[in-house]
C-alpha cells in the first residue's frame, strides 16, 4: 500500500548544523542530498512545503560573535548565513528536478526573491518548495521563531522541527540514564517542566497559536516522510 500524507501543508525546519553532517562547520552534500531526496518524495505525494534554514554552521550572533562585535552586526551575519545554507539547498533540490524558491526576510534581490506572504502561498499551491532565509530578518530572534513565524503566516498544519535529538526528553538523556522520551506532551508541560523544545520565544510563539510541533531526528531523512506519513515517532508538542 502507498502511503498517504497526513499533512496538507507543512513547515520543515531544518538547522544549519544538521546541513554541516559530523563536521559541524560548513556543508555535507551527502547529508543534504539525502534530505532532499526525501523533500521530493514528499513533494510529489502532494505535500506542499515550506523551509526555514537555520544557519549555525557557519554563524551564530550571540556564539561566534559575542564579545567580539556589536550583537545586532553579529546577528545580521547569521541571517546571511542562513542564505547560504537556502541557495544549497535550492540548487540541490532543483538538481533533482524539484520546483523550488528562495524567499528572504531581508531584501537580495539579485539572489533571491524577497519574502511576500502572498507569492510564498501561490508557490506552495503550484507545488513549490518555498525555501525561507534570513529567519525572521530581524537580531535577537532564531530560526526557530522564524519557522513558528512563517507557520503561522502560510497556515501550516504542522511545525516539522527535525533535530539532532529524537524527541522531547524529561532530561537530557546525555546526563541522565533515567530520562524519558515523551510520545506527546502539551505546551503547558513544556513550560512547567522547563523543557527545551524551541527557545522561550519560538515555544510562546507556537504557544499562543496553537500550531503543533513534531520534533524528531534528522539523522535518518526518512523520518521527515515517516512524520508526514503520519507514523508514531519523536515527539508530538501541542
Ligand atoms: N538570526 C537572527 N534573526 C533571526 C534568525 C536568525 O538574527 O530571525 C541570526 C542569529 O544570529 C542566529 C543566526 O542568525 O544565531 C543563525 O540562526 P540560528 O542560530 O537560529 O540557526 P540554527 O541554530 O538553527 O542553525
Not at 105 to 118: H, M, S, T, W
Not at 224 to 234: C, N, P
Request: hydrophobic share 45%; proline share 3%; charged share 25%.
Amino acid at each position: 500500500a502507498v502511503d498517504k500524507p497526513v499533512f496538507k501543508r507543512v513547515l520543515l525546519k531544518i538547522s544549519g548544523e544538521a546541513l554541516s553532517g559530523d563536521k559541524h562547520f560548513g556543508l555535507d552534500f551527502d547529508v543534504i542530498k539525502s534530505v532532499c531526496h526525501v523533500i521530493k518524495k514528499c513533494v510529489e505525494m502532494g505535500v506542499e512545503i515550506g523551509i526555514v534554514v537555520g544557519g549555525g554552521n557557519f554563524w551564530r550572533g550571540t556564539k561566534d560573535g559575542g564579545g567580539k562585535i556589536e550583537r545586532t552586526r553579529a546577528d545580521h551575519m547569521g541571517m546571511m548565513a542562513t542564505v547560504m545554507n537556502c541557495l544549497a539547498l535550492a540548487d540541490v533540490l532543483e538538481q533533482m528536478d524539484v520546483s523550488v524558491r528562495v524567499q528572504t526576510a531581508l531584501e537580495i534581490k539579485a539572489v533571491a526573491e524577497p519574502y511576500i506572504r502572498l507569492k510564498a502561498d501561490k508557490h506552495l499551491k503550484n507545488g513549490r518548495v518555498v525555501i525561507f532565509g534570513c529567519g525572521t530578518g530581524c537580531p535577537y530572534f532564531s530560526t526557530d521563531t522564524a519557522a513558528v513565524l512563517r507557520a503561522a503566516e502560510i497556515e501550516a498544519d504542522v511545525i516539522l522541527l527535525a533535530k539532532n535529538i529524537d524527541g522531547v526528553y524529561s532530561a537530557d538523556p546525555k546526563l541522565d540514564p533515567n530520562a524519558v522520551k515523551y510520545d506527546t506532551i502539551s505546551y503547558d508541560e513544556v513550560l512547567a517542566q522547563k523543557l527545551t523544545v524551541m527557545d522561550s520565544t519560538a515555544t510562546s510563539l507556537s504557544m499562543d497559536n496553537h500550531i503543533p510541533v513534531i520534533l524528531f531526528a534528522l539523522k535518518d531523512p526518512e523520518n521527515i516522510l515517516r512524520v508526514i506519513t503520519g507514523e508514531k515517532i519523536g515527539t508530538i508538542v501541542g
